[in-house]
């Protein structure tokens, strides 16, 4: 199975920019659907956004619509958020999550994935 380490979180300004990295090992990344979740405190995990196995699709939440970008690099196993105009409502903790097979109906439900990270925490200052 594959394992997930996320980092860059940190503390940013609004409307600033953050990169968030999600590294794997063990089995090969390219064989799984990946996406960002985060948690605020006091709230549900929600879904952030997603990438299909070999970048055929991107999938965001209306929150971050145009603002956040997702990309894969299968060769070096890594996956990025890069987060533009940040909002401090964006303030949570970003967790990298991995599955083996989705379908776009469930791709952003948390339940989907069987693989996440520890966490990294993005602070927004307002």
């Known amino acids: 199975q594959v394992q997930l380490v996320e980092s860059g979180g940190g503390l940013v300004p609004a409307g600033g920019s953050l990169g968030l990295s999600c590294a794997s090992s063990?089995?090969?990344?390219?064989?799984?659907?990946v996406a960002w979740f985060r948690q605020a405190p006091g709230k549900e995990r929600e879904f952030v956004a997603a990438?299909?196995?070999?970048?055929?699709?991107?999938y965001y939440a209306d929150s971050v619509k145009n603002r956040f970008t997702i990309y894969r690099d299968n060769a070096k196993g890594t996956l990025t958020l890069q987060m533009n105009s940040l909002k401090s409502e964006d303030t949570a903790v970003y967790y990298c999550?991995?599955?083996?097979?989705?379908?776009?109906?469930?791709?952003?439900?948390?339940?989907?994935?069987?693989?996440w990270g520890q966490g990294t925490q993005v602070t927004v200052s307002s």
């Open positions: 990438i299909r196995k070999y970048g055929g699709g991107t």
């Open positions: 999550a991995a599955s083996s097979s989705t379908i776009t109906s469930t791709i952003g439900r948390w339940e989907s994935y069987a693989h």
């Open positions: 063990g089995r090969s990344f390219s064989s799984y659907d």
